[in-house]
Protein backbone atom coordinates (compact mmCIF):
# COMPACT_ATOMS: atom_id res chain seq x y z
CA UNK A 1 0.00 0.00 0.00
CA UNK A 2 2.54 2.50 1.04
CA UNK A 3 5.12 1.25 -1.83
CA UNK A 4 2.54 1.64 -4.29
CA UNK A 5 1.86 5.35 -2.56
CA UNK A 6 5.36 6.35 -3.26
CA UNK A 7 5.98 4.73 -7.12
CA UNK A 8 2.41 6.75 -7.58
CA UNK A 9 4.23 9.95 -6.28
CA UNK A 10 7.35 9.20 -8.32
CA UNK A 11 5.95 8.49 -11.35
CA UNK A 12 3.49 11.37 -11.31
CA UNK A 13 7.06 13.76 -10.28
CA UNK A 14 9.00 12.37 -13.40
CA UNK A 15 6.31 13.28 -15.30
CA UNK A 16 5.55 16.90 -13.80
CA UNK A 17 9.53 17.26 -14.39
CA UNK A 18 9.56 16.35 -18.16
CA UNK A 19 6.85 19.01 -18.25
CA UNK A 20 8.84 21.90 -16.95
CA UNK A 21 9.42 24.97 -19.01
CA UNK A 22 11.43 27.09 -16.49
CA UNK A 23 13.70 27.01 -14.05
CA UNK A 24 10.74 28.45 -11.31
CA UNK A 25 8.28 25.85 -12.48
CA UNK A 26 11.10 23.41 -11.30
CA UNK A 27 11.78 24.82 -8.22
CA UNK A 28 7.88 25.04 -7.34
CA UNK A 29 7.99 21.16 -7.86
CA UNK A 30 11.14 20.82 -5.79
CA UNK A 31 8.89 21.84 -2.96
CA UNK A 32 5.58 20.11 -3.91
CA UNK A 33 7.76 16.70 -4.11
CA UNK A 34 10.26 17.02 -1.98
CA UNK A 35 9.46 20.26 0.60
CA UNK A 36 8.95 19.81 4.01
CA UNK A 37 5.14 19.70 3.90
CA UNK A 38 4.91 17.26 1.05
CA UNK A 39 3.32 13.96 0.55
CA UNK A 40 6.67 12.26 -0.02
CA UNK A 41 8.35 13.90 3.66
CA UNK A 42 5.29 12.82 5.42
CA UNK A 43 5.82 9.65 4.16
CA UNK A 44 9.21 9.20 5.56
CA UNK A 45 8.50 10.94 8.85
CA UNK A 46 5.89 7.82 9.29
CA UNK A 47 8.50 5.37 8.36
CA UNK A 48 9.49 5.18 11.75
CA UNK A 49 5.88 3.62 13.23
CA UNK A 50 6.45 0.99 10.42
CA UNK A 51 7.50 -2.78 11.54
CA UNK A 52 11.02 -3.51 10.99
CA UNK A 53 10.57 -5.83 8.53
CA UNK A 54 8.68 -3.00 6.18
CA UNK A 55 11.02 -0.62 7.13
CA UNK A 56 13.83 -2.18 5.34
CA UNK A 57 11.82 -2.82 2.60
CA UNK A 58 10.26 0.29 1.94
CA UNK A 59 13.10 2.91 4.00
CA UNK A 60 15.74 2.18 1.03
CA UNK A 61 12.44 2.48 -1.65
CA UNK A 62 11.73 5.92 -0.40
CA UNK A 63 15.22 6.92 -0.04
CA UNK A 64 15.73 6.17 -4.14
CA UNK A 65 12.85 7.68 -5.06
CA UNK A 66 13.45 11.05 -3.41
CA UNK A 67 17.54 10.82 -4.86
CA UNK A 68 16.17 10.02 -8.08
CA UNK A 69 13.47 12.59 -7.67
CA UNK A 70 16.14 15.47 -7.20
CA UNK A 71 18.68 14.26 -9.82
CA UNK A 72 16.32 14.62 -12.17
CA UNK A 73 14.74 17.97 -11.25
CA UNK A 74 18.36 19.02 -11.69
CA UNK A 75 18.84 17.63 -14.88
CA UNK A 76 15.61 19.68 -15.98
CA UNK A 77 17.53 22.61 -14.33
CA UNK A 78 20.53 21.77 -16.68
CA UNK A 79 18.72 21.98 -19.70
CA UNK A 80 16.50 24.63 -18.93
CA UNK A 81 19.83 26.94 -17.97
CA UNK A 82 21.79 25.78 -21.11
CA UNK A 83 18.60 26.49 -23.64
CA UNK A 84 18.05 30.19 -21.50
CA UNK A 85 21.62 31.00 -22.26
CA UNK A 86 21.53 30.31 -25.67
CA UNK A 87 18.53 32.36 -26.23
CA UNK A 88 20.63 35.01 -25.04
CA UNK A 89 23.55 34.50 -27.54
CA UNK A 90 21.10 34.48 -30.30
CA UNK A 91 21.86 37.06 -33.11
CA UNK A 92 19.21 38.25 -34.94
CA UNK A 93 20.87 38.97 -38.25
CA UNK A 94 17.71 40.76 -39.64
CA UNK A 95 18.02 43.06 -36.67
CA UNK A 96 18.45 47.05 -38.17
CA UNK A 97 21.91 48.35 -37.63
CA UNK A 98 22.80 50.94 -34.75
CA UNK A 99 23.21 54.04 -36.26
CA UNK A 100 26.36 55.35 -35.79
CA UNK A 101 26.83 59.34 -34.72
CA UNK A 102 28.75 60.81 -37.54
CA UNK A 103 29.96 64.53 -37.34
CA UNK A 104 30.61 67.47 -40.41
CA UNK A 105 32.20 69.78 -41.44
CA UNK A 106 32.25 73.13 -38.72
CA UNK A 107 31.03 76.16 -40.43
CA UNK A 108 33.98 77.77 -40.92
CA UNK A 109 35.49 75.25 -42.10
CA UNK A 110 32.91 74.91 -45.04
CA UNK A 111 32.58 78.21 -45.59
CA UNK A 112 36.52 78.08 -45.76
CA UNK A 113 36.47 75.35 -48.30
CA UNK A 114 33.49 76.99 -50.42
CA UNK A 115 36.49 80.65 -50.55
CA UNK A 116 39.35 78.54 -51.50
CA UNK A 117 38.13 76.78 -54.33
CA UNK A 118 36.64 80.21 -55.36
CA UNK A 119 40.08 81.57 -55.55
CA UNK A 120 41.88 78.18 -56.58
CA UNK A 121 39.23 78.54 -59.71
CA UNK A 122 40.83 82.02 -60.43
CA UNK A 123 44.37 80.75 -60.05
CA UNK A 124 45.02 81.39 -57.03
CA UNK A 125 47.24 79.42 -54.61
CA UNK A 126 47.03 79.23 -50.86
CA UNK A 127 49.76 80.07 -49.04
CA UNK A 128 50.36 79.16 -44.89
CA UNK A 129 52.07 80.69 -42.19
CA UNK A 130 52.32 80.15 -38.13
CA UNK A 131 50.09 80.99 -35.87
CA UNK A 132 52.50 81.71 -33.43
CA UNK A 133 54.41 84.41 -35.50
CA UNK A 134 57.74 86.44 -34.29
CA UNK A 135 57.13 90.31 -34.03
CA UNK A 136 59.20 90.83 -36.85
CA UNK A 137 56.33 89.31 -39.07
CA UNK A 138 53.64 90.77 -37.54
CA UNK A 139 54.70 94.52 -37.14
CA UNK A 140 58.28 94.90 -38.18
CA UNK A 141 58.13 94.00 -41.95
CA UNK A 142 54.80 95.37 -42.48
CA UNK A 143 56.25 98.86 -41.68
CA UNK A 144 54.38 98.91 -38.57
CA UNK A 145 57.91 99.65 -36.11
CA UNK A 146 57.92 99.05 -32.61
CA UNK A 147 56.43 102.25 -30.69
CA UNK A 148 54.22 103.05 -33.69
CA UNK A 149 51.35 104.11 -32.45
CA UNK A 150 49.76 102.13 -35.48
CA UNK A 151 50.46 98.77 -33.32
CA UNK A 152 47.77 99.82 -30.81
CA UNK A 153 44.96 98.45 -33.76
CA UNK A 154 46.71 95.13 -33.03
CA UNK A 155 45.33 94.06 -29.22
CA UNK A 156 48.47 91.50 -29.29
CA UNK A 157 49.18 88.14 -27.33
CA UNK A 158 52.61 88.49 -26.66
CA UNK A 159 54.37 85.37 -25.89
CA UNK A 160 58.39 84.92 -24.56
CA UNK A 161 60.40 82.56 -26.20
CA UNK A 162 63.75 82.27 -25.18
CA UNK A 163 66.28 82.40 -28.06
CA UNK A 164 69.15 80.25 -26.46
CA UNK A 165 68.07 77.50 -23.94
CA UNK A 166 71.23 76.04 -22.89
CA UNK A 167 73.67 79.01 -21.84
CA UNK A 168 71.13 80.80 -19.16
CA UNK A 169 69.41 77.96 -17.38
CA UNK A 170 71.67 79.19 -14.08
CA UNK A 171 71.43 82.64 -14.60
CA UNK A 172 68.04 83.84 -15.01
CA UNK A 173 69.36 87.14 -15.33
CA UNK A 174 71.00 86.74 -18.63
CA UNK A 175 68.10 84.96 -20.44
CA UNK A 176 67.30 86.45 -23.67
CA UNK A 177 64.06 86.99 -24.94
CA UNK A 178 62.99 87.17 -28.82
CA UNK A 179 59.29 88.58 -29.06
CA UNK A 180 56.73 86.09 -30.41
CA UNK A 181 53.34 86.23 -30.42
CA UNK A 182 50.13 84.62 -31.73
CA UNK A 183 49.40 86.44 -34.67
CA UNK A 184 47.28 88.86 -34.62
CA UNK A 185 46.30 89.04 -38.51
CA UNK A 186 47.30 86.75 -41.40
CA UNK A 187 49.32 89.24 -43.22
CA UNK A 188 52.45 88.54 -42.08
CA UNK A 189 52.19 85.37 -44.51
CA UNK A 190 52.70 87.73 -47.41
CA UNK A 191 56.06 88.79 -46.38
CA UNK A 192 56.77 84.95 -45.64
CA UNK A 193 55.67 83.95 -49.14
CA UNK A 194 57.45 87.05 -51.11
CA UNK A 195 60.76 86.29 -49.05
CA UNK A 196 60.91 82.90 -51.23
CA UNK A 197 58.80 83.56 -54.00
CA UNK A 198 58.95 86.18 -57.37
CA UNK A 199 56.24 87.98 -59.12
CA UNK A 200 53.94 87.43 -60.49
CA UNK A 201 51.60 85.69 -58.48
CA UNK A 202 48.48 85.42 -56.72
CA UNK A 203 47.77 84.12 -53.33
CA UNK A 204 45.31 83.17 -50.75
CA UNK A 205 46.01 82.88 -47.00
CA UNK A 206 43.13 81.79 -44.58
CA UNK A 207 43.84 80.92 -41.06
CA UNK A 208 43.25 81.50 -37.33
CA UNK A 209 44.27 84.53 -35.43
CA UNK A 210 44.15 86.14 -31.83
CA UNK A 211 43.71 89.14 -30.48
CA UNK A 212 43.21 90.16 -27.08
CA UNK A 213 40.06 91.53 -26.49
CA UNK A 214 37.03 91.59 -24.99
CA UNK A 215 34.59 89.44 -26.28
CA UNK A 216 31.03 90.84 -27.34
CA UNK A 217 28.53 89.84 -30.36
CA UNK A 218 31.20 91.20 -33.24
CA UNK A 219 34.68 90.32 -31.28
CA UNK A 220 36.21 86.98 -30.32
CA UNK A 221 39.67 86.40 -28.95
CA UNK A 222 40.00 83.79 -31.31
CA UNK A 223 39.16 84.31 -35.37
CA UNK A 224 40.08 83.39 -38.90
CA UNK A 225 41.04 85.84 -41.35
CA UNK A 226 41.88 85.80 -44.95
CA UNK A 227 44.75 87.67 -47.20
CA UNK A 228 44.63 87.69 -50.88
CA UNK A 229 47.64 89.42 -52.26
CA UNK A 230 48.10 89.46 -56.03
CA UNK A 231 51.73 90.85 -57.41
CA UNK A 232 52.95 91.46 -60.87
CA UNK A 233 54.06 94.22 -62.94
CA UNK A 234 51.43 96.76 -63.58
CA UNK A 235 48.64 95.22 -60.92
CA UNK A 236 46.26 98.16 -59.73
CA UNK A 237 43.26 99.00 -58.13
CA UNK A 238 41.25 98.22 -60.93
CA UNK A 239 42.26 94.79 -60.49
CA UNK A 240 41.61 94.13 -56.83
CA UNK A 241 38.04 95.64 -57.45
CA UNK A 242 37.54 92.92 -60.28
CA UNK A 243 38.79 90.14 -58.87
CA UNK A 244 36.29 90.99 -54.99
CA UNK A 245 33.56 91.43 -57.14
CA UNK A 246 33.85 88.08 -59.15
CA UNK A 247 34.92 86.46 -55.72
CA UNK A 248 31.98 87.71 -53.74
CA UNK A 249 29.40 87.42 -56.48
CA UNK A 250 30.70 83.65 -56.49
CA UNK A 251 30.36 83.30 -52.61
CA UNK A 252 27.15 84.66 -52.30
CA UNK A 253 25.50 83.46 -55.60
CA UNK A 254 24.10 86.46 -56.51
CA UNK A 255 25.59 90.09 -58.47
CA UNK A 256 27.60 91.88 -55.87
CA UNK A 257 29.19 94.91 -55.82
CA UNK A 258 32.29 96.32 -53.89
CA UNK A 259 32.54 99.91 -52.63
CA UNK A 260 35.62 101.37 -51.84
CA UNK A 261 36.51 103.98 -48.99
CA UNK A 262 40.00 105.58 -48.24
CA UNK A 263 41.55 104.32 -45.17
CA UNK A 264 45.14 103.72 -43.67
CA UNK A 265 47.21 100.87 -43.29
CA UNK A 266 50.76 100.78 -42.45
CA UNK A 267 51.49 98.16 -45.30
CA UNK A 268 49.58 99.63 -48.14
CA UNK A 269 49.30 102.30 -49.95
CA UNK A 270 47.23 104.28 -51.17
CA UNK A 271 44.95 101.82 -48.19
CA UNK A 272 40.98 101.75 -47.89
CA UNK A 273 37.96 99.53 -46.92
CA UNK A 274 35.66 98.37 -49.24
CA UNK A 275 31.85 97.16 -48.07
CA UNK A 276 29.92 95.26 -50.75
CA UNK A 277 26.32 95.31 -51.23
CA UNK A 278 24.09 94.44 -48.29
CA UNK A 279 22.81 90.89 -49.52
CA UNK A 280 19.68 90.89 -47.62
CA UNK A 281 18.46 94.05 -49.39
CA UNK A 282 20.48 94.00 -52.30
CA UNK A 283 21.86 97.83 -51.49
CA UNK A 284 17.94 99.63 -50.99
CA UNK A 285 18.47 99.63 -47.13
CA UNK A 286 17.18 97.49 -44.01
CA UNK A 287 17.88 96.75 -41.04
CA UNK A 288 20.51 94.33 -41.54
CA UNK A 289 22.90 97.26 -42.92
CA UNK A 290 21.26 99.99 -41.52
CA UNK A 291 20.13 101.51 -44.02
CA UNK A 292 22.93 101.85 -46.00
CA UNK A 293 22.87 99.69 -48.32
CA UNK A 294 26.17 98.14 -47.85
CA UNK A 295 28.11 96.36 -45.05
CA UNK A 296 31.83 96.43 -44.26
CA UNK A 297 34.06 93.51 -45.57
CA UNK A 298 37.75 94.75 -44.56
CA UNK A 299 40.75 96.35 -45.12
CA UNK A 300 42.73 96.56 -48.65
CA UNK A 301 45.06 98.52 -50.49
CA UNK A 302 48.13 98.86 -52.99
CA UNK A 303 51.13 96.78 -51.18
CA UNK A 304 53.29 99.93 -49.60
CA UNK A 305 56.57 99.23 -51.50
CA UNK A 306 58.54 99.31 -47.80
CA UNK A 307 57.02 95.43 -47.87
CA UNK A 308 58.45 94.71 -50.96
CA UNK A 309 62.00 96.21 -49.54
CA UNK A 310 61.66 93.65 -46.54
CA UNK A 311 60.65 90.94 -48.90
CA UNK A 312 63.96 91.28 -50.74
CA UNK A 313 62.37 92.98 -54.35
CA UNK A 314 63.62 95.77 -55.90
CA UNK A 315 61.94 99.16 -55.09
CA UNK A 316 59.11 100.48 -57.48
CA UNK A 317 59.57 97.30 -60.06
CA UNK A 318 56.56 95.90 -59.02
CA UNK A 319 52.80 96.58 -58.03
CA UNK A 320 50.26 94.71 -55.92
CA UNK A 321 47.14 94.31 -53.85
CA UNK A 322 46.55 92.91 -50.87
CA UNK A 323 43.45 92.46 -48.50
CA UNK A 324 42.22 90.78 -45.19
CA UNK A 325 38.95 90.27 -43.76
CA UNK A 326 37.00 87.89 -40.86
CA UNK A 327 36.34 84.59 -42.48
CA UNK A 328 33.55 84.81 -39.56
CA UNK A 329 32.12 88.18 -40.27
CA UNK A 330 31.96 86.27 -44.24
CA UNK A 331 30.12 83.20 -42.60
CA UNK A 332 27.63 85.38 -40.08
CA UNK A 333 26.18 87.60 -44.12
CA UNK A 334 25.97 84.13 -45.54
CA UNK A 335 24.16 82.64 -42.56
CA UNK A 336 22.66 85.36 -40.96
CA UNK A 337 24.14 84.74 -37.65
CA UNK A 338 24.14 87.82 -35.68
CA UNK A 339 26.65 86.87 -32.59
CA UNK A 340 30.52 85.87 -33.59
CA UNK A 341 30.51 83.73 -30.26
CA UNK A 342 28.49 81.28 -31.54
CA UNK A 343 31.45 79.86 -33.94
CA UNK A 344 33.26 78.83 -30.86
CA UNK A 345 31.00 78.18 -28.13
CA UNK A 346 30.48 74.44 -28.79
CA UNK A 347 26.94 74.54 -28.44
CA UNK A 348 25.97 71.51 -30.66
CA UNK A 349 22.56 72.73 -31.15
CA UNK A 350 24.08 75.58 -33.23
CA UNK A 351 27.02 74.06 -34.93
CA UNK A 352 24.50 70.74 -36.44
CA UNK A 353 22.52 73.63 -38.34
CA UNK A 354 25.05 73.11 -41.00
N1 LIG B 1 45.67 92.86 -41.53
C1 LIG B 1 44.59 93.83 -41.41
C2 LIG B 1 43.87 93.61 -40.10
O1 LIG B 1 43.88 92.56 -39.58
C3 LIG B 1 43.63 93.70 -42.55
C4 LIG B 1 44.23 94.13 -43.83
C5 LIG B 1 44.11 95.40 -44.27
C6 LIG B 1 44.90 93.21 -44.62
C7 LIG B 1 44.64 95.83 -45.46
C8 LIG B 1 45.46 93.61 -45.82
C9 LIG B 1 45.30 94.92 -46.24
O2 LIG B 1 46.10 92.78 -46.62
O3 LIG B 1 45.82 95.32 -47.41
O4 LIG B 1 43.25 94.49 -39.61
Redo the contacts with the bound molecule.
Keep these: MLEQKILNIKTQALEDIEKAQSEKELLDLRVKYLGRKSEFNKILKSLKNLSLEEKKKIGPLANSVKKEIDEEIKKAEKIIKSKVDLEKEKIDITAPGKKIKRGHLHPLTIVQNEIENIFVSMGFEIADGPEVETEFYAFDALNIPKDHPARD??DTFWLKAQTNADDTQTNTDKIQYKSVLLR????PV?VRYMQKNQPPFRIIAPGK?FRHEATDASHEHTFY?F???VVGDDINAGHFKYIAEEFFSKFFKKKIKVRLRPSF?P??EP?FEFDINCTVCGGKGCSACQGTGWSEI????M?NQKVFEVSGYPKNKYQG?????GIERLAMIKYKIDDVRLFHGGDLRFIKQF
Design positions: AWPHTSQCQEALFFTSGGAGVFAWGF
